[in-house]
């Protein structure tokens, strides 16, 4: 159960919202490798929809065991959107559902891959970093888009990869997990580094372009939906 974070009160408008960014941006640590679950651990990804029919959002967070990546756990939560549409800040839409998603977890993972961003973020706090700040768990996004940051593209074989730039300074990094196609992105969040962020989405994508963490959590949204939801639709705007 992931409760070590304070009760997270949506911010009352834009300005509010990017100070609380500015706030927690120091806090980001991603100088650390991470935890080490060579030989076990547990491994949560999280991913959101939308009803925009009943203005609601849906979060889930599956756990799978780092050795097999079998499900050992899953949970969702639904709620109102609590803030509006504004890009670069859709991490305070997500995060009441993602939160109580968690929260709803008998175990606490040892680390959290989102949907999303991390330093790929225009103040370097996208929905991973800020998730990892508050959770305390090392935490790092994989986006199926570069969104507004350039890149080479990587050799074609599994695992190269290239550097995601926001001009000179390296903010991601375009990583090929399937032989031939396209990259996915990789950004750190919190308490774990790229090279090792990197490492892990290897490991969780021994089959397919996207990691079991993100296509299992976008499966149980699509459940809690009732369908129509596609694992590989766009991650949307900066988080």
């Not at 991603?30 to 949560?44: C, E, M, N, R």
């Not at 939560?77 to 890009?87: E, I, L, Q, T």
């Not at 330093?119 to 991973?128: F, Q, T, Y």
């Amino acid at each position: 159960m992931v409760t070590n974070h304070p009760p997270f009160t949506p911010p009352r408008g834009e300005a509010e919202a990017i100070n609380e960014q500015e706030r927690l941006r120091p806090l980001v640590d991603v100088s650390v490798p991470g935890p080490d679950l060579s030989s076990g651990g547990l491994i949560t990804g999280v991913d959101v929809a939308y009803d925009d029919a009943r203005d609601r959002v849906v979060a889930a967070a599956v756990t799978l065991d780092s050795t097999d990546l079998s499900v050992v756990e899953e949970a969702t939560a639904a709620g109102r959107v609590s803030f509006p549409y504004v890009p670069g800040l859709l991490a305070f839409r997500e995060l009441p559902a993602v939160l109580d998603a968690l929260g709803a977890l008998r175990r606490s993972p040892d680390l959290i891959v989102c949907d999303g961003y991390g330093l790929a973020h225009p103040r370097r706090l996208g929905l991973a970093g800020h998730l990892g700040v508050l959770t305390g768990i090392p935490t790092f996004g994989v986006a199926k888009t570069p969104f507004l940051y350039g890149f080479q593209s990587p050799g074609p074989e599994r695992g190269d990869s290239s550097p995601l730039l926001d001009g000179a300074e390296v903010v991601g990094r375009a990583l090929r997990t399937r032989p031939g196609v396209k990259p996915v992105f990789v950004s750190a969040g919190h308490l774990i580094d790229l090279d090792h962020a990197c490492a892990h989405t290897l490991r969780l994508t021994p089959r397919y372009r996207l990691p079991e963490t993100t296509r299992a959590a976008d499966h149980l949204c699509r459940q809690a939906l009732g369908g129509g939801w596609s694992p590989e639709a766009p991650s949307g705007a900066f988080q």
